[in-house]
């Protein structure tokens, strides 16, 4: 597994599940950061820690153009500075209360962050389209030592981001030929099933002798 740094881009989700107004805990090796989409359809990423109390805000719920801490309601903008805090509706937030931000880019239904600003764009990975996200029980530098991969899978070819989120916890973005037909999804979509069962027999194998 390659050694992240903080200027590399980093798949943690596919754009299809992450709908307008909603938020998601996205994974990345360095911890779970929450991840949302105003209604607008704008990414922002945050730290996952409300500086209020330290609630974590992919807990929270998105309006309009605002992410809200599901705690005591303070909301925050696409910036990551608070907007409002309701006990005190009349207040104009000071501009010290604001959650870390960081860079956020979508690029052919793959959502990357990275924790500094990187010179170049996310890869485009042209000819492929997203399929789905699933998460393997075993570490990501069992699997590949670069972080993506390529595979035939029920005859397609299949490209895989690997990112590893923890101790025994991978997470895969699975991307399908773009040629493929539904059909074909369908059955690539069983197919990952299968190759990650093998992954994960692999790693218990390699764990017992
Ligand atoms: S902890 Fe988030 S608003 Fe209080």
């Known amino acids: 597994m390659p050694v992240e740094t903080l200027r590399d881009w980093i798949p943690v989700a596919l754009s299809a599940d992450l709908p307008p107004a909603t938020v998601i ?3 990345t090796p360095s911890g779970i950061l929450a991840l949302w989409r105003s209604a607008s359809g ?7 820690r409300c500086p209020h109390r330290g609630m974590r805000l992919s807990y929270g719920f998105v309006r309009g153009e605002a992410l809200s801490c599901i705690y005591h309601g303070w909301s925050y903008g696409l910036t990551g500075q608070c907007q409002r805090i309701p006990v005190h509706p009349e207040l104009i937030p000071p501009a010290a209360i604001k959650a870390a931000s960081y860079a956020v880019e979508e690029r052919n239904g793959v959502i990357w962050i990275a924790f500094e600003q990187p010179e170049t764009p996310p890869p485009a990975l042209e ?14 530098e069992r ?8 595979v035939l ?4 070819d ?5 990112v590893g989120i923890g101790v ?9 030929d773009a040629a493929a037909s539904d059909v074909d999804c369908i059955a690539v979509s069983r197919a990952v099933e299968g190759w990650r069962r093998e992954c994960e027999q692999l790693g218990l194998e390699e764990l017992a002798s």
């Open 158 to 162: 299949v490209l895989l981001l690997i």
């Open 153 to 156: 899978l029920a005859g397609i």
């Open 25 to 27: 805990p996205a994974h």
């Open 143 to 150: 699997i590949t030592a670069t972080g993506e991969m390529r």
């Open 42 to 48: 704008k990414l922002t990423a945050l730290a996952d």
């Open 127 to 140: 000819g492929f389209k997203p399929l789905r996200s699933i998460t393997l029980n075993t570490d990501a």
């Open 168 to 176: 025994g916890e991978t997470l895969a973005h699975v991307m399908v």
